[in-house]
């Protein structure tokens, strides 16, 4: 069985780290170059850093940022936020990213997945799909969880995959911020019906949540923010259960 990752996620709005909950009321979580180094430190296996607001305030990325925070870390980043075109995903790779996360740009013209895992490797591209579970349906939501669409998440997860996506960023909008556990059911759909690796994300609280997605929801990494910004799981001690409960996970030696 193939290792289990373990993936805090930065939410960056101003400059600062933020949390909310489904995607509201955003409250101050800390500095993102000061937390990027903690979390390597801490045995993290990977890192993705979110500018949740440059799509809807129709902006770039935060580059320098990215460029900052690369220089504290030694582990897999990947960046999203307000990307539209392959000269963006060329400088956030240049200024240190291993992989970039679209998610508006590519629903909106799909054909952009094919361009950039042709010139960039499906490896380095990540499909981020915020999802809300409505009417009886999982349906896909774009701008940061602001723009209702009538595409079905299952749906639309396969096509990204069909069209070059390397890995899947799924995040449940009504498990988001909740604690109460991950969206277990789209998650295993979407992992049963596609060999890409899916990334779980929204809705952990404690350390059963953890094993819950990866026997459960065949997730192959499982994405965590506030939980680990307040420090109320800590990496060593979540993979250590982990491990305890055969979920195989990296651990620091």
Known sequence: MLVKRIIPCLD??????????????????????????????????????????????????????????????????????????????????????????????????????????????????????????????WWVYLNGGRISTRKKTLDWAKEGVNRGAGEILLTSMNHDGMKNGFALDITKKISDLLSTPIIASGGAGKLEDFYQVFKNGNADAALAASIFHYREIEIPNLKYYLNYHNIPVRTNK
């Open 12 to 137: 960056i709005k101003n400059g600062r780290i933020v949390k909310g909950v489904n995607f509201k009321n955003l409250k101050d979580a800390g500095d993102p170059i000061i937390m990027s180094h903690w979390y390597t430190k801490q045995g993290a296996d990977e890192l993705i850093f979110l500018d949740i607001t440059a799509t809807n305030e129709k902006r770039k990325t935060l580059f320098s940022l990215v460029k900052e925070i690369s220089r504290y870390i030694n582990i897999p980043f990947t960046v999203g936020g307000g990307i539209m075109e392959e000269k963006d995903v060329e400088l956030l790779l240049n200024a240190g990213a291993d992989k970039i996360s679209i998610n508006t740009a590519a629903f909106k013209s799909p054909q952009i997945l094919e361009i950039l895992s042709k010139r960039f490797g499906s490896q380095s591209i990540v499909l981020a799909i915020d999802t809300k579970y409505e009417k009886n349906e």
